[in-house]
């Protein structure tokens, strides 16, 4: 309980403190007219309020990361807890607030023309390339993960291909709303309804908290445990941890979402709280889940306890998907049946949400880079009807290798970001040595992406020495 407690109480004093720092170095300019409002259109650029460009933001870069990532990061032992509360508040929310005021300055620009106006044009085209992948990968993990949870709750028509059974009828259902929100204005259905799937999942995470705090504080993982590895697979800590939790400490796609909503802000000044702070509430969300995961597996009869117990669980259900089961067994013993379902929808809200934006985001990026005018239906329907089928393509390969390339190059785009970050703070901050704070997280997540794709598995599988 001691360190679920002082993790929180850092975060919110990280969001206070070094967000505030981070805000001074970028230089807000409170009267700059943003691009909401000198190039609003009805479609993309749309003036919204504040509360519901954080809420949809916080929906937006949610998605399965902050609650699959922490499950499955908590099997390396508590040192999870540390990389949610120091990645969330010295390179994630670093990440995602330059990433949305960049976009600001830069006109409403997507991520690769931010990153290209700061490492240049061959880096623009790369990173191009690198953000589409990205975003198809998210969007086949954000429509196969809701589709399998929502086949356990109401089972429909499935697919059996190769050796995998998929909810093709839930698949067809998700995406036939992805067809919609990633083409209609940004205010017809992102930003009317998923304030309402935001108060949701928030709703989820505190219940899940209290009932953890009130009636489970001492079967919950400490640090003082001991940091090191827990997990049974052989897999090292780092960087393997690193990249397993993402959105709940740094995500490369929070970066193509902040452009989304740098589309409708309307003041400078609300910037620190719609990016910084949504990626706090994130760490928040991950930390709560990363404890809850470590802590509901309790065993007394076989002695097995925290992350013991999760270990157990897991060897039990081999080839499943551990995450989602831990959330359904989680919600429903702690909430009850209706806080149960509750939970439960938020969790399938969340990445269907994020998935349709990422869709939305890709579209963006390619009508950038062609100079299209989104204004017309036509010209949205040409660009999204391609993707569309390479998404829906990517359906009928292995969930578990999909997320593992997802995760990576997710993490990958990250390190661009963060060194455009710095060029841009190099060349604009008032501050002599601002840039570090972009910097230092940028050559730490470096060195982690590079490790990674070395030793993993589906890398190059080289030894760790």
Not at 303 to 312: E, K, N, R, S, V
Request: aromatic letters at 14%; glycine letters at 10%; proline letters at 5%.
């Amino acid at each position: 309980m001691i360190t679920f407690i002082v993790a929180l109480v850092l975060l919110v004093v990280g969001f206070l403190t070094y967000g505030v720092l981070v805000e001074k170095i970028f230089g807000i300019e409170p009267e700059r007219k943003t691009p909401a409002l000198t190039k609003t259109d009805g479609v993309d650029f749309v003036p919204m309020a504040p509360w519901r460009i954080f809420l949809v933001q916080f929906l937006n870069i949610a998605g399965l990361g902050p609650i699959f990532g922490a499950i499955m990061g908590i099997f390396y032992g508590p040192a999870a807890f540390l990389w949610i509360v120091f990645g969330t508040i010295f390179a994630g929310g670093v990440h995602d607030y330059l990433s949305g005021m960049l976009s600001i300055r830069k006109g409403g620009v997507s991520l690769p023309d931010i990153v290209g106006d700061e490492l240049g044009n061959k880096v623009k085209m790369f990173m191009r390339v690198l953000s589409l992948v990205l975003l198809i990968l998210l969007t086949t993990t954000f429509l196969s993960g809701p589709a399998t949870l929502l086949q356990g709750l109401c089972p429909l028509s499935t697919f059996h291909f190769q050796l995998s059974t998929i909810p093709i009828a839930w698949v067809l259902i998700i995406f036939g709303y992805y067809a919609l929100a990633t083409v209609l204005p940004v205010d017809k259905l992102i930003g009317r309804f998923y304030p309402i799937f935001g108060a949701i999942l928030l709703f989820m995470g505190v219940g899940i908290m209290i009932v953890m705090l009130g009636w489970h504080s001492s079967e919950m993982p400490e640090v003082m445990d001991g940091l090191q590895n827990r997990q049974t697979n052989g897999l090292p800590l780092f960087p393997m941890m690193f990249v397993s939790i993402a959105c709940g400490a740094i995500s490369g796609f929070h970066g193509t979402q902040s452009p989304i909503m740098a589309r409708c802000v309307t003041n400078e000044r609300q910037g620190r709280w719609i990016f910084y702070g949504a990626m706090v509430a994130e760490g928040i969300l991950a930390l709560i889940w990363a404890a809850a995961a470590g802590t509901f597996f309790a065993d007394p009869e076989t002695g097995l306890y925290g992350i013991d117990g999760l270990q157990a669980y897991a060897a039990q259900h081999p080839g499943e998907n551990i995450a989602a089961l831990v959330i359904d067994k989680v919600s429903r013993s702690w909430l009850g049946t209706v806080g149960g379902i509750l939970a439960i929808i938020g969790v399938i809200a969340a990445p269907i949400t994020s998935g349709d934006t990422a869709l939305r985001s890709a579209r963006l990026i390619v009508a950038d880079f062609l100079k299209w005018d989104q204004r017309p239906i036509p010209k949205r329907l040409i660009i999204a009807l391609p993707l569309f089928l390479c998404v829906f393509g990517m359906v009928f390969v292995d969930f578990n290798i999909v997320w593992r390339y997802f995760a990576w190059t997710n993490q990958t785009l990250a390190v661009f970001t963060l060194w455009a970050g710095t060029v841009w703070l190099y060349k604009n901050s008032k501050y002599k040595y601002g840039w570090l704070i972009a910097a230092i997280p940028a050559a730490f997540m470096t060195v982690v992406c590079i490790s990674y794709i070395l030793i993993a598995p589906e890398g190059f599988h080289l030894h760790l020495w």
